[in-house]
Every structure is written in C-alpha cells, then in structure tokens.
C-alpha cells in the first residue's frame, strides 16, 4: 500500500465516529436543529446564508412550536434548538443529567405583531385593552374606534404549545386558560391567511413574517393585512425596527440559540455564524434587532431648512 492510500484510510477513519458516519465540523457535515415556527423566516435566510457560504454544509430544519422544538432538543433528536426563550431550571437538569453543558446565546430581539382585516379602519390598541382580550373581558372587536362591531372576536395564533401565547402570558398577563374565542391555526402564514378572510379577527404573529420590505412574502401579508399599533400610555408604536430597538414597541422578547453539542461541530458554526457580522447582517435586513452587533438609529428631520 503506498504512502497516498495509507493517508487517505486514515483521514477517512480520523472523520468518522464509531458508527461510521462522518463527524461534522464548524463548516461541514449535516445536523438537524428544531426551532420556532414563528421564526421561519429569519433562519432561512441565515441557512440561506450560511450554506451559501460554506457549501459542505447541510442544515435540516424542524419547524414545529416552541415547546415541541425544546423536547426535540432534550431527547437528542436535534443539535440546537432556536427559540424566544432560555431553558427553565428543569429543562437545563434534563441536559445536565446527559452530561450535556448546554450553551445559550440571545442573537435577536423579536417582537409580537398584532394584525387586523383590511376592513377594519382601527389600528391602534392600548396594552390594557390587549390584555383585556386575553382575559376574556371583551367580546367584540372595535372596528371604527367609535362604536363596536356587532360580530364576535376571534382571536388566532400559530400552534397549539405556541412560543407567543407563553411570552404574552409570562411578560403582559397571567391568565389560567385563553378565553373561547382564542384559538390556533396551525402556522403564521394560516394566521395571516385567516385574519385577510374576517373582519372580526386579531391575529398574533412574529414580526419576521412582516418585517423585511424587500422579501415578496412579507409584502404579501402587508397587502392582504393591517398592523396594529400598540400604546402603554399616550403614544401608539408599530413594529418597526427602530421602535424595537428603542424599546418603544410594546411586545419585544429575545430570540434565543441554544445548543446541546459536547464539542465543537456544525451546531457551533452555527451559531458564531449567526451571531457574528454576517449574521447579523441577515438579522438586521430582516427587519428584526441585531443581539451581538451595535445598530445605528438614524433619526431624519422633516423639518424645512
């Protein structure tokens, strides 16, 4: 056997691990992650990029709700999981009884967007009447902000363990249970699709799905919706970039990567990527606020000189 051959057998051995797949590293090899639904459209454009550039790379994604994507990374069928939410005490033990260290890394601040029927001319909503609605005090939703509809409220959101009834019950109102006309439709693109459909609907979804003005999808939710804007007091804020990074927009919450690897593998490429200047950057012209990169508010005066 020459001397070729005999480094080749041993470069093929050094990359496999006992069951004779092929260990992936920071830029190569394959894994499979599970992540938020609601998030959709800002990890595709980061495997997007990712894989673009690194074209041994191979992301499989699990699109599923919050809850489902944090089993699936407890039970080991996924390397990472990407959420709007750091693990609980409990969740943090199951990893540490594996012998996992999981590592938690916030790259994104997202909010909660609220939209209406192009019918309905009333996009404003005090915080206080939101959470009215969640606590089942409100039957009817006001359409002119004068006088109320006559149909009965429906509100819809993603999944059935969604990330954004948790965050709204954790961080705007405690409630026990969502009140009768609170119910899910499957994915943020269904909600968009309902709420287009019934002047009476409030929809619940991620600002990702609204958010970039340059993707073609984004536009087509705009065009078939309204976006509510949201007061704590006197001034109403839609979910604009800037408002979100100025923390005037009500409902904000983080967008968290958390990764179960023992070691440094495509996981961990993953995320330095994302959380790194490239990634960043697809945060940042996705509409949403960058975690690990300063932004810049640029503040134009429309005052005549």
């Not at 993707?215 to 007061?231: E, H, P, Q, Y």
């Not at 593998?265 to 509409?287: M, N, T």
Request: with cysteine.
């Amino acid at each position: 056997m020459n001397l070729t051959l005999v480094m080749a057998c041993l470069v093929s051995c050094a990359n496999r691990d006992k069951h004779g797949n092929l260990v992936d590293t920071p830029t190569s090899g394959s894994i499979t992650i599970a992540v938020d639904e609601s998030l959709k459209p800002l990890i595709d454009a980061e495997i997007s990029a990712f894989e673009g550039i690194y074209r041994n790379a191979h992301i499989k994604v699990i699109y599923t709700s919050e809850g489902e994507a944090i089993d699936t990374l407890l039970q080991d069928s996924a390397r990472l999981a990407i959420v709007t939410r750091r693990l609980a005490e409990s969740e943090e033990k199951v990893l540490r009884d594996q012998a996992m260290n999981p590592r938690q890394l916030k790259v994104a601040i997202d909010g909660v967007a609220l939209i209406v029927n192009r019918q309905n001319p009333d996009t404003l909503i005090q915080l206080e009447t939101l959470k009215k609605i969640l606590l089942g005090e409100i039957q009817t939703l006001n359409e002119s902000g004068k006088k109320k509809s006559t149909l009965p409220l429906e509100v819809v959101f993603d999944q059935p363990n969604s990330g954004i009834i948790r965050y709204l019950k954790d961080s705007i109102v405690a409630f026990d249970k969502l009140p009768k006309y609170c119910f899910a439709v499957e994915s943020n693109a269904a909600v968009v699709d309902y709420v287009s459909k019934k002047p009476q609907a409030l929809g619940l979804i991620d600002v990702s799905w609204i958010s970039d003005r340059e993707d073609s999808t984004a536009n087509s939710f705009l065009n078939s919706i309204r976006v509510v804007g949201i007061s704590r007091d006197s001034s109403f804020y839609q979910p604009y970039q800037a408002y979100m990074a100025q923390g005037g927009y009500p409902l904000l919450r983080d967008v968290v990567m958390i990764s179960r690897e023992a070691r440094t593998g495509l996981g961990s490429g993953f995320i330095a990527f994302v959380a790194g200047e490239k990634g960043q950057r697809v945060v940042l012209k996705s509409g949403l606020v960058p975690a690990t990169m300063p932004i810049r508010i640029v503040e134009v005066n429309h005052e005549p000189l």
